[in-house]
T-cell receptor, first 115, second 115 residues
Framework: AQKITQTQPGMFVQEKEAVTLDCTYD???????LFWYKQPSSGEMIFLIY??????QNATEGRYSLNFQKARKSANLVISASQLGDSAMYFC????????????FGKGTRLSVIA | DAGVIQSPRHEVTEMGQEVTLRCKPI?????LFWYRQTMMRGLELLIY????????DSGMPEDRFSAKMPNASFSTLKIQPSEPRDSAVYFC?????????????FGPGTRLTVL
């Protein structure tokens, strides 16, 4: 079974609009962390935002926020005021339990911002 | 601050040749991860090391793949013999610490093409 599911292969958004990228996860571990990475066309992986399973509040980092719904096991990324430079692949990832265990990634969503 | 360094950035080789990918993690980081990215399979974990010790190599596709980490500042991923289906982008990542929030810092990747 997939640990991380991103159901939107591609999304379009108008510049300056907000967009939500979906991510659902599967774990029986009560302690886990959720991450979002951005991969522009140049190929590098850029960390955006983190949410811990015990965090009471939704994480925010500038124009990025995470809509964390624990009961639904969803961790959607919200990008506000989209910019042309936001066009990229976006990956949701999860780490279960503490320790230097690896991130497990979803298949990604390609976001295209239209002027 | 130097990030994760990978070399070469691009490698084109012929089927049957040996390929060696190199990675220098961020100084002080104690975990190192090798991922492979393809269109079909997304980002897959191949192997990871904690404190230079291989912890999980279950993602290594087959015996043609091997990875070493002789010291804290260097790791190699070797493919021998290479096959066209090995064509992919190979990422190295490193992280530090024992908490859930351990951002994995990615290198720029090595784009491997096997003809």
């Amino acid at each position: 079974a997939q640990k991380i599911t991103q159901t939107q292969p591609g999304m379009f958004v108008q510049e300056k609009e907000a967009v939500t990228l979906d991510c659902t996860y599967d774990t029986s571990d009560p302690s886990y962390g959720l991450f979002w990475y951005k991969q522009p066309s140049s190929g590098e992986m850029i960390f955006l935002i983190y949410q811990g399973s015990y965090d009471q509040q939704n994480a925010t980092e500038g124009r990025y926020s995470l809509n964390f719904q624990k009961a639904r096991k969803s961790a959607n990324l919200v990008i506000s005021a989209s910019q042309l430079g936001d066009s990229a692949m976006y990956f949701c990832a999860m780490r279960e339990r503490s320790g230097n265990t690896p991130l497990v990634f979803g298949k990604g969503t390609r976001l295209s911002v239209i002027a | 601050d130097a990030g994760v360094i990978q070399s070469p950035r691009h490698e084109v080789t012929e089927m049957g040749q040996e390929v060696t990918l190199r990675c220098k993690p961020i100084s002080g980081h104690n975990s190192l991860f090798w991922y492979r990215q393809t269109m079909m399979r997304g980002l897959e974990l191949l192997i990871y090391f904690n404190n230079n010790v291989p912890i999980d190599d279950s993602g290594m596709p087959e015996d043609r793949f091997s990875a070493k980490m002789p010291n804290a500042s260097f790791s190699t991923l070797k493919i021998q013999p290479s096959e066209p289906r090995d064509s992919a982008v190979y990422f190295c990542a490193s992280s530090l610490g024992q908490g859930l929030y351990n951002e994995q810092f990615f290198g720029p990747g090595t784009r491997l093409t096997v003809l």
